[in-house]
């Protein structure tokens, strides 16, 4: 990697490793796609190298679409490989449980409008969970990791995405899912209007459907 000093690992994924490193006197991200030994190699650099770049693709058109994520610096297509901007933050995962109410509220609205800002450019994240979401010392919200997005309009795509943020609300802040995700709606309904927010929660709805019957089909 080219210039790169005190690279350490920030974390290790199933599909990728990401490395907090010093470049070009920056601090960055180095994300690198982790080779799959069960794939013919040549398959597996095809698809590693088509992954990151769709990636990066991502980032930019949500950037465009104005929602904050982090600077790409250098894409290396042969080694899978992306040096993008490291935000100096907090996951939101970390700081929702102990914000006042007041300010939580304001919070998820916010986060529901850059979800609908995205879905409006026809983006889906594809991994939406305040993990994934870094908030700065200026209030600033960033969306991190698209490598499970993809360009769809469809509502079945939609629903899917606020489905996971969904999920992720009820299992990492239980206390008060509910509210937050009514929030988020709320935020998302100001981007997309109401008509097509009902569609959508419609959809999230048939998805738990689907879910709850899988688990009644297996018992």
């Not at 995205?118 to 993990?131: A, E, M, N, P």
């Not at 097509?196 to 709850?212: A, P, Q």
């Amino acid at each position: 990697m080219d210039t790169v000093a005190q690279q350490t690992m920030f974390k290790k994924g199933a599909e990728a490793s990401l490395y907090l490193a010093d470049w070009h006197e920056r601090k960055v991200i180095i994300k690198v796609r982790i080779p799959k030994k069960y794939r013919p190699d040549a398959l597996d650099k095809q698809i590693r190298s088509y992954r990151t770049l769709h990636e990066t693709q991502l980032m930019h058109e949500a950037k465009v679409a104005g929602v904050p994520t982090p600077l790409i610096y250098m894409v290396n297509i042969p080694e899978a490989s992306i040096i993008m901007e490291y935000i100096e933050g907090q996951q939101i995962k970390q700081t929702l449980n102990g914000t006042p109410k007041l300010q939580r509220q304001e919070l998820c609205v916010k986060i529901g409008e850059l979800i609908g800002k995205l879905h409006v450019r026809g983006l889906i994240h594809g991994d939406l969970t305040t993990s994934n979401m870094i908030i700065n010392s200026d209030d600033k919200i960033f969306f991190v990791d698209f490598g499970l997005g993809e360009k769809n309009i469809e509502v079945e795509a939609r629903g899917v995405d606020l489905h996971l943020m969904k999920r992720a609300l009820q299992s990492t802040h239980f206390q008060f899912w509910e509210e937050c995700f009514k929030n988020v709606l709320a935020g998302y309904s100001s981007v997309l209007g109401d008509e097509t927010t009902e569609k959508v929660y419609e959809k999230i709805k048939e998805i738990e459907r689907r879910g709850r019957y899988v688990e009644e089909r297996k018992q």
